[in-house]
């Protein structure tokens, strides 16, 4: 326990530094993709550690959307550098929640919930990344709060990383390519997070009343 109070201790420590840092840098208040792209080339060699540093702080500590920091990265260094510095973020911020909620809560989910299809020891690693897949698509959900969830399951770390990394790919490439023009159907974007939501809910359940079905043996290959 002790080692995990201080892993956690040395991630909030670098977090806030890395907050810090950006203060003193002078990050702008208003963090609009035009104002903040304009900030960051300013920056010089500077400006894609800033972002890469401003991503982690976003999913990690979450004060700070996800998506708009992709249309940001785009508008600053152009397409294929700011999906490739925007993913870098992402995915070095996601690791980091991910790792957090494992060190202090996946031992307590494990003792709580032992024949849960999903949190239990052995659960199901197949639906597990096929979740994160599907709710990395959906902007909807919480980047920073599916990672913290994804850490007190039962998903091998490579899987969520390749998860993470598959998944949030294609919208960081559409809002590093078009911006800030780029907006989410509201409506169809809840319609789909809802859609995935009661499938997450339907299946465990299916699963645990259904141990033996066909669907249950290929969700439990591991």
Same mark, same amino acid.
């Given at each position: 326990m002790t080692l995990r109070i201080a892993i956690v201790l040395v991630v909030a420590a670098a977090l806030?530094?890395?907050w810090w840092l950006l203060q003193i840098l002078g990050i702008p208040s208003d963090l609009?993709? &035009?104002?903040?792209a304009k900030w960051l080339?300013?920056?010089?060699?500077?400006g894609p550690l800033l972002l890469i540093l401003l991503m982690i702080v976003a999913v990690v500590v979450g004060p700070i959307p996800t998506l708009p920091v992709s249309a940001t990265a785009g508008l600053a260094f152009g397409i294929l550098a700011g999906t490739a510095i925007a993913a870098t973020g992402a995915m070095i911020g996601a690791m980091a929640a991910f790792w957090i909620a494992r060190c202090l809560g996946r031992e307590a989910i494990y003792r709580k919930f032992? &024949?849960?299809p999903v949190l239990a020891r052995n659960g199901s690693q197949r639906f597990l990344t096929i979740a994160i897949?599907?709710?990395r698509l959906i902007p909807i959900f919480s980047f920073a709060l599916i990672s913290y969830a994804a850490g007190?399951?039962?998903?091998?770390?490579?899987r969520f990383a390749v998860a993470t990394f598959a998944g949030m790919l294609p919208m960081t490439l559409v809002f590093a390519g078009l911006g800030n023009t780029f907006k989410l159907n509201p409506v169809l974007a809840?319609?789909?997070?809802?859609?995935?939501?009661?499938?997450?809910?339907w299946l465990p359940w299916s699963i645990s009343r259904h141990p033996d079905s066909r669907l249950a043996r290929w969700l439990h290959l591991h």
């Open positions: 806030a530094g890395a609009s993709p &035009d104002i903040l080339q300013s920056q010089g060699a500077a032992p &024949d849960n897949l599907l709710t007190v399951t039962a998903i091998h770390a490579w809840v319609i789909a997070g809802l859609a995935i939501l009661a499938v997450m809910v």
